[in-house]
């Protein structure tokens, strides 16, 4: 039992080194894990080493109770044979046999005994071992869980720091100044350029259009009277009637033209009869 005794001491042993240093805690944790598998190959090699112990007392055991019995059976053999000298003898030999099985069975029912108990011993170690490795691997996760906090942390920081905004406000403030002076810039080009007044007409008849697409789709929206037809002034009204007077002679001269053209067919086709 005393190896089991020292792998719990080396197991306690390195958790309190863990805690203790400042190392990595995955890589300590790694080391921790890996030497208590080997002290587990360790622990396993001793208990087979008993197991192979406690087979041999067996099998002693088993052969000296079978000597045991030859020399009795020689025994009988001598009585059946009228030696009872020699018989007694026989029975010396089968009581010195019976005395080392009786050790050798004490000895081995205590070794099967102990085998047991390593067997016991050593199953709750592995399953210790398995523990830590799970342990292991929760604390790892916390670890990296840990350090991306502490990450985020440190960027959160450096983001309060208020000198970086400042400088943010400062080159804004850079490029509405270039804004600023590139229109200035634009608009002196304009002004000298002897476009400025075309400039400005132009930008009259745009808000001009634009008033009139509203006013029309106020209109039709129904928003707005509709458009009242625009009266004639008496100049106009004038024009528009001598106009349409011409206009009526013209066809009237043009009709008896035809008339007359017909008329004058119809003669001479008549007289050609």
Known sequence: MGIFSRLAQL?????????SRSEDP???LNQVVLDMSNQLVEAKKQVAASIADEKRLAKQFEQEMANAQEWERRAMMALRA???ELA??????KREYDELAATLNGQWTKQK?????????LRLLS???EEAKRKRNVLVARKKRAEAQKAIQETMSGLRDQSAFDTFDRMAQKIDQLEAEAEAQTDLAAEYSGDALASKFAELEASHGGEEDLVALKRKMGLLPAEEAPVATPAVQARVEASSTKNDQDELAAALEELEAEQHGDEKRK???
Not at 11 to 19: A, M
Not at 88 to 93: N, S, T, W
Not at 113 to 121: F, G, I, S
Request: aromatic share 0%.
């Open 11 to 19: 197991i306690k042993s390195n958790l309190n080194d863990l805690i």
């Open 26 to 28: 995955e890589k300590m």
């Open 82 to 84: 009228g030696n009872e």
């Open 88 to 93: 007694k003898e026989a029975l010396a030999r």
């Open 113 to 121: 005994t102990a085998v047991d108990q390593l067997k016991k011993a």
């Open 127 to 129: 399953e210790k071992i």
């Open 271 to 273: 007289a050609g009869r």
